[in-house]
């Protein structure tokens, strides 16, 4: 300071020698002093932005990691440097503003409170670039992968930037920023009212990545919503559902919190997909069997293989109906069949029976869990059963169709 002041008092003498007043002198040499240091100042952002960034631009691209491409990219090295100059302009200013260590000067205060706003707000975008960065990162890492990082990421970008807008209120009524923090928790309830959906879905967003519930790429439905698709954003307030039509839908995320929803991410890492289909059989058609029928399905190609290992494997099949040796073939069959995920439950059962006749489920996993695959495996599996069922001296029953009534003559 004592040698910025001798700066100041030797322009002050250069112009009175030159013949100017006092008072002038000192107006002179105060905005002398101001171009001066805007000089110094230009030139320091000069070097920054033309030498020290193309320094780092060149050793960036030599290197092989990934992440400081990514923090060059995002240009937070140039954030960086942007809060370089309103710094160093706020030291030198008050060589250009001596009378204003008394306080009194309101060119200065102005300048000064300028340059500390625009301070604050080069750091507050500084800070969310670099969150930005840090969350690309950790989404780039496969035990993150698809997790709802972004509304964490969000919540963290408000809160720097509430900090930074509680700083700036600071310095423009000249108080420290405790006293308007005790200013704002005056207004906490009004506050939670105007954030409500900000804080349940911090709160969401943390409930679900920390117990896994979702992440992006699920499928998921909820029932009472009418939602059924595939989550592709987890934000701070919403997140976003396409639905199988292409419709995207977005719902709160406290939603998925307090109400019911089904995640089929589970039945993707799991192999094995549901299928649960079941036809009435006509109860007059079901029958015990003779050698004879034996001896008739052994000789017919579509059941020949499944006869014959049923009775190799057990012998009692002459005292079984028609149904119990047709629900063993289907058994047999689902157990063979290549599609099928055999790993895990393959049943036919019998349901109970009603007016409609009496219900053959069959029960399996397809082992293929795409959707288009899945019912295709399950149409192969169904027409199998309706077309086998008469070899067996089965009627699948259905309701009576128009050609089937009886017509008055």
Same mark, same amino acid.
């Given at each position: ?5 001798a ?18 002198? !000192?107006?002179?040499?105060?905005? *002398? #002093?101001? %171009?001066?240091?805007?000089? /110094? =100042? ?5 070097? &920054? ?55 009194? !000067?309101?060119?200065?205060?102005? *300048? #000064?409170r %300028?340059?500390?706003?625009? /301070? =604050? ?5 500084? &800070? ?64 939670? %009212? ?22 992006v790429g ?35 995320p ?69 149904l ?21 439950l ?25 959707w ?38």
């Open positions: 300071m004592e040698q910025s002041n700066f100041v008092e030797w322009i002050h003498s250069l112009l009175v020698w030159m013949g100017l007043s006092s008072e002038s002198a !000192d107006t002179a040499d105060r905005w *002398i #002093s101001a %171009l001066v240091i805007l000089l /110094i =100042v230009a030139i320091v952002d000069l070097i &920054i932005r033309w030498g020290v960034l193309r320094l780092v631009r060149n050793f960036v691209k030599r290197t092989k990691a990934t992440w400081d491409d990514l923090i060059f990219d995002r240009k937070v090295i140039n954030k960086f440097c942007r809060i370089i100059t309103p710094v160093l302009l706020l030291q030198l200013i008050p060589i250009a503003f001596p009378i204003a260590q008394h306080g009194d !000067d309101f060119l200065f205060i102005l *300048i #000064s %300028l340059l500390r706003i625009y /301070i =604050v707000i080069c750091c507050v975008r500084f &800070i969310n670039s670099v969150v930005t960065v840090a969350f690309e990162l950790a989404e780039k890492r496969p035990a993150l992968h698809g997790k709802p990082l972004k509304g964490l990421m969000q919540t963290v970008k408000v809160i720097v930037i509430c900090i930074g807008v509680i700083l700036v209120g600071s310095i423009l009524i000249d108080e420290s920023p405790a006293i308007l923090l005790t200013g704002i928790g005056a207004s906490a309830a009004v506050l939670m %009212l105007v954030f409500k959906d900000s804080i349940l879905g911090l709160v969401a967003g943390v409930q679900l990545s920390a117990n896994n519930m979702l992440k699920d499928w998921i439905s909820v029932p009472s919503r009418g939602i059924d698709g595939v989550v592709e954003e987890v934000a701070l307030t919403t997140v976003k559902i396409r639905g199988w039509d292409n419709v995207c839908q977005s719902i709160p406290y939603l998925l919190i307090s109400e019911p929803f089904d995640n089929w991410q589970a039945m993707f890492d799991s192999g094995g997909r549901r299928v649960k289909r079941s036809l009435n059989i006509d109860m007059t058609s079901v029958n015990f069997v003779t050698p004879t029928f034996i001896e008739s399905l052994q000789q017919n190609g579509a059941t020949q293989t499944m006869i014959n290992e049923e009775m190799q494997a057990n012998d009692d099949t002459y005292s079984l109906t028609n119990d040796l047709f629900m063993r073939c289907l058994n047999r069959y689902l157990q063979s069949h290549h599609k099928v995920n055999h790993k895990m393959v049943l036919v059962r019998q349901l109970q029976p009603s007016q409609w006749g009496l219900p053959i489920e069959l029960y399996f996993f397809s082992a293929d869990t795409r288009v695959n899945y019912e295709q495996l399950q149409a192969e599996v169904i027409s199998h059963v309706v077309a086998l069922a008469p070899f067996f001296g089965l009627k699948i029953y259905q309701a009576p169709a128009s050609f089937e009534l009886p017509r008055n003559k």
